[in-house]
């Protein structure tokens, strides 16, 4: 067996796992929904965090959710025990079948599939989802089609009874917005007859909105120690990071005022600086578009971006701090720099910079 590898003995761009955070975060969530049942989203690698390691990680979680059928199905051949909802159901019969043989629970949004249900023979009865479409026009069947579908998969032999119910928040993460409680309100409409389950609050629903919450909460991003509301940072939220990116310093040069640096020459040194270059870009899951002046941390100070992102390497003012040397461990988010801040810079979310992250980073659990 290879010998584990530890952040001092890499000096490629690396990310650090810290799983017991996830742990914490949502000890958290729970402090704020005492009453719900946790279904956590580790959908996307676990937002690039690693999907078993997340899964153990939030072993006290009531479920998990996920986006297809071949991570539930990744889920539960590595032993995963806890319900688990697929969040685009099943595209196929073969796909239905795949869902009874491993207990995943497939989130019905189309007539489609209960047509599919309906034709199918199942040894046991499947626990399904229903998702109703209250405003974000993706997946889930309109209001209109509630009360024929619920009755269509009450008498359906295949799905077994009662019939837990859910919908997406599109805008929960824009606190002045009266979408979210429209969206509630559309909900409690349909489902009002209904003595069912339901699951509504994400992130932001559950920690922003209390009209979202209800029997199931489904936190994604909180899991990370993120925040899922702009100009906010997981801190800020009592949310601790997960993920900590890191590299090292592999060069250092003086440079004259006036000097153009990187790709286009479009960052020019206003006066003679110590030129800085950290090995790691977008190759490495860095943001191509992250924009000069992006803080990055040595030795707990802030440096910042001079030019644009390469594939493998980024040129760094080191101005900020005077004291550093080539060797010296660099923190491009995470752990005393928050990933908002990062994703701000570039222009994007950092759900993006999270699952971006590429194979050739090393992932050195702690």
């Not at 595209?91 to 207990?103: C, N, R």
């Not at 928040?169 to 069912?196: C, H, I, P």
């Not at 609050?201 to 199931?216: C, I, M, P, Q």
Request: with cysteine; proline share 5%; glycine share 8%.
């Amino acid at each position: 067996m290879p010998a584990r590898v530890t952040e001092d003995a890499t000096r490629a761009a690396h990310a650090i796992i810290d799983a017991a955070a996830a742990g914490r975060n949502l000890r958290r969530i729970r402090s704020v929904v005492p009453d719900a049942r946790v279904m956590a989203v580790i959908k996307a690698n676990a937002y690039g965090h690693g999907m078993l390691r997340i899964a153990h990680a939030l072993a006290e979680a009531d479920a998990f959710a996920v986006a297809r059928t071949d991570e539930g199905l990744s889920l539960r051949q590595c032993g995963i025990p806890q319900r688990i909802a697929v969040l685009q159901g099943f595209v196929s019969e073969d796909e239905l079948q795949a869902h009874a043989g491993y207990g995943l629970e497939p989130v019905i949004h189309s007539d489609w599939q209960v047509a599919i249900l309906e034709n199918a023979h199942l040894s046991t009865p499947i626990r399904a989802w229903l998702k109703v479409d209250t405003g974000m026009r993706r997946l889930g069947i309109l209001p209109a089609e509630f009360e024929p579908l619920v009755s269509r998969l009450r008498q359906c032999a295949s799905v077994a009874q009662p019939i837990p119910f859910m919908s997406h928040l599109a805008n929960a993460d824009e606190l002045g917005d009266s979408f979210t409680d429209q969206q509630m309100a559309l909900f409690r409409d349909v489902t009002q007859s209904t003595a069912s389950e339901c699951s509504v609050a994400n992130s932001a629903g559950l920690l922003a909105w209390e009209s979202t919450r209800s029997d199931w909460v489904r936190p994604g991003i909180s899991l990370y120690g993120v925040s899922p509301f702009p100009n906010r940072t997981g801190i800020e939220e009592d949310l601790e990071p997960v993920m900590t990116l890191r590299t090292r310093l592999i060069s250092i040069r003086q440079i004259e005022a006036g000097t153009r640096v990187g790709y286009g020459g479009d960052w020019i040194s206003p006066h003679s600086t110590r030129l800085g270059v950290a090995a790691i870009g977008y190759g490495d899951g860095y943001p191509r578009l992250a924009r000069s002046g992006t803080p990055v941390l040595i030795r707990n100070q802030r440096v910042t971006l001079a030019g644009r992102v390469s594939m493998d390497m980024i040129t760094l003012d080191l101005s900020g701090c005077p004291d550093c040397r080539v060797g010296d461990l660099v923190t491009l988010w995470g752990q005393g720099l928050p990933v908002e801040e990062i994703a701000n810079g570039a222009g994007t979310i950092p759900y993006d910079l999270l699952c971006g992250i590429t194979q050739r980073v090393k992932i050195i659990e702690t």
